[in-house]
């Protein structure tokens, strides 16, 4: 079978079967308690969520579909798709039945750029792109289906067509985006012969003459893809899609929680951080530097973008990937050698101070030194690559949260009184109130 359809349509009776089967059994057996701590920490530990397309083992970091990140960085995005939701990786001709289906799908209709181009000067990227993903909404398949009738069971399809048509469509309104917001000239039209990343890198019209830079983009694109569906993009995305929005509002959320400082937007503040440390000593700094930096960054109440995590407790494979492609193809480069001396110093800085879980370098701590390196310098475009590459994820996580029929998220909220009472009478032993 080389469609992706035709093999999702195969998986899911089995995958249906495997849930049911697993809640006949234990639907009442307990496997988590929480803590006050956690309710008032972000939920931070609490596993209470599904997500069979990637996790994220505070020790190890991503794992997509068993395969740890590091393994997959050099394929392409279009086979990290394939794998994201059927569990395996595809053979050639699946690969190519993917890329020319996705090739298909990418047309962006004008009213989007009219949109765009209503949109103020002043308007970030971000948000460029999330209006142009949610202004497409109209298009939805699922949408209206859903309006003619639609079985609980097939919700899968059209929320598959959907993704499918979000995921083929973003690279050319980023790119679009790209062009517009830095006066880059004319918008570069897709060409249907190339992959998704490589198609990417040559519509934002950057100079590649080895082809290093299309090289970085599609690592890029795999590499921010998918990190279970806890983190705020991909939480936002999920919730608002089990309400049955369809995927167009509901990524195009998913969007706007991915362009906060603490999430997707650390790439930008990670790379102008990396540049004011340049700018104070008039290139790349001494190791010293770094650290008086780093301490007055501290001193100010302000956090480093790039370090720290909310699961992850050793350095990003993330990270890694991003380091080792700048030490090989970039060594000398000012920003990335001052990038490498900040991950020699400032861990080691960062384990001082208790508060801090996780001291290591994440995701967004290397990747726009590389980006800047091969001439995309507008930092505040950063995180639109990121998103580009997130659709994939949160996109085959809506696919098999429909397939699976997932109901509307809606957990339980408690007040603080409650909270003082319940814990008095774990305290006392009296009656425990019922939950507000
Ligand atoms: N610099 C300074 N302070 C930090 C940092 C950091 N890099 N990381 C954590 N802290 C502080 C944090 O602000 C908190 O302070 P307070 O109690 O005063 O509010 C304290 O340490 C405890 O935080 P943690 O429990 O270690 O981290 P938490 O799970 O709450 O937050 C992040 C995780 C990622 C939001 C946090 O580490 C951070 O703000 N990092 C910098 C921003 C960043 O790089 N975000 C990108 C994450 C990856 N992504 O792309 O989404
Ligand atoms: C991500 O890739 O979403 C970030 O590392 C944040 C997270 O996992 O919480």
Not at 42 to 71: F, H, N, Q
Not at 86 to 92: F, H, R, S
Not at 295 to 312: C, D, F, Q, R, S
């Amino acid at each position: 079978m080389t469609s992706l359809k035709e093999v999702l349509g195969q998986q899911i009776p089995a995958a249906r079967t495997r849930v049911k089967d697993l809640l006949k059994q234990h639907e009442n057996t307990e496997i988590e308690n929480v803590k006050v701590g956690q309710i008032f920490g972000g939920m931070r530990g609490i596993s209470c969520l599904i997500c069979d397309t990637s996790s994220v083992p505070p020790d190890k970091g991503l794992i997509i579909r068993g395969y740890p990140v590091a393994e997959l960085a050099y394929r392409l995005p279009e086979e990290i798709l394939w794998l994201l939701l059927t569990g395996t990786l595809p053979n050639k001709d699946q690969i190519e039945n993917l890329r020319a289906d996705l090739a298909r799908r990418a047309a962006v209709p004008d009213y989007v750029w009219n949109v765009l181009d209503a949109m103020p000067a002043n308007a970030h990227p971000m948000t460029l792109f999330s209006a142009g993903v949610l202004c497409l909404q109209g298009e939805s398949v699922f949408k209206d289906r859903y309006e003619k009738g639609l079985r609980k069971e097939d919700f899968w399809d059209p929320t598959l067509e959907d993704a499918l048509n979000i995921i083929a469509r973003v690279p050319v309104i980023a790119a679009g985006i790209y062009r517009k917001k830095f006066n880059k000239g004319p918008r570069i039209a897709p060409d249907a012969s190339l992959d998704w990343g490589t198609n990417y890198a040559r519509m934002l019209g950057i100079n590649d003459p080895k082809g290093e830079f299309a090289k970085l983009i599609r690592m890029y694109l795999v590499l921010h893809c998918d990190h279970e569906n806890g983190n705020v993009s991909a939480m936002a995305t999920y919730t608002v899609n089990s309400a049955l929005s369809d995927l167009y509002y509901s990524f195009s959320a998913g969007l706007d929680g991915l362009a906060g400082p603490l999430h997707g937007l650390a790439n930008q503040e990670c790379l102008m951080w990396v540049l004011n440390l340049m700018k104070q000593f008039n290139g790349a700094p001494s190791k010293e530097q770094v650290a008086n930096f780093a301490k007055e960054t501290l001193a100010a109440g302000k956090v480093i973008p790039g370090y720290g995590h909310g699961v992850l407790r050793v350095t990003d494979p993330r990270f890694t990937c991003f380091h080792d492609f700048g030490q090989k193809h970039c060594p000398e480069d000012p920003v990335f050698k001052t990038v490498a001396t900040v991950f020699d110093v400032l861990p080691d800085i960062l384990k001082t101070i208790n508060k801090i879980k996780d001291p290591w370098p994440n995701v967004d701590a290397a990747s726009g030194s590389l980006l800047y390196h091969y001439g995309l310098t507008e930092a505040v475009y950063y995180t639109v690559l990121f998103g580009v590459s997130r659709a994939l994820g949160v996109c085959s996580q809506a696919v098999l949260a429909r397939a699976l029929a997932m109901p509307i998220s809606r957990p339980k909220s408690v007040t603080t009184d409650w909270i003082e009472k319940r814990v008095a009478c774990g305290i006392s032993g009296r009656q425990v109130p019922p939950a507000p």
